[in-house]
């Protein structure tokens, strides 16, 4: 599976658009892109994945570049609660190697 | 609530204890993981059960003893544990190893004194 790179932090204002950034230069054709957060000292949270077209559900929004050799994960209103660290990782549906979750984007929402 | 149930919540035990995280989901998964997320560090996957066989031990010291009697119950049994063993374990489950979507656990905020 293909590694990721994600900026260390990222802060927002709330009520503003934040957007997450991953570059996954080395995925493969048959990998999905797939966003976690982590709130401080909980289990992550399955945000959002996709394969190559844009994907939109109640948390947020994925926006995959054409050559899918990056994504950006955009929370439209951020707010307070969105404070947490962001996990982007690729895999291949249905194959049996675990991802492994990096050290992701550490994003704070401040009033 | 997420569907996967992590107990305790904390616990604090001594070096020569004998303790046991539980975790439970009744969502119809058939993998279960465990992972150890120390203080400033990534998670590391610790083991992985699929349909009740462990599939992945990664490397992980024997004081440290997972059990999966069924798919919906996994255990980790902690014996003369480490200082350096306090982190935050967290259980996950998916439909199938690997797959798509993991659900995690609470996590159990361990620290050995």
Known sequence: DAKTTQPPSMDCAEGRAANLPCNHSTISGNEYVYWYRQIHSQGPQYIIHGLKNNETNEMASLIITEDRKSSTLILPHATLRDTAVYYCIVRVEGGSYIPTFGRGTSLIVHP | ?113
């Not at chain 2, 001594?14 to 560090?41: D, F, I, P, R, V």
């Not at chain 2, 462990?54 to 009697?69: D, G, I, M």
């Not at chain 2, 980790?76 to 200082?83: A, E, I, K």
């Open chain 2, 1 to 113: 609530e997420t569907g996967v149930t992590q107990t305790p919540r904390h616990l604090v035990m001594g070096m020569t204890n004998k303790k046991s995280l539980k975790c439970e989901q009744h969502l119809g998964h058939n993998a279960m993981y465990w992972y150890k997320q120390s203080a400033k560090k990534p998670l590391e996957l610790m083991f992985v059960y699929n349909f009740k066989e462990q599939t992945e031990n990664n490397s992980v010291p024997s004081r440290f003893s997972p059990e999966c009697p069924n798919s919906s119950h996994l255990f980790l049994h902690l014996h003369t544990l480490q200082p350096e063993d306090s982190a935050l374990y967290l259980c996950a489950s998916s439909q199938e190893e690997g797959a798509r979507g993991y659900t995690f656990g609470s996590g159990t905020r361990l620290t050995v004194v």
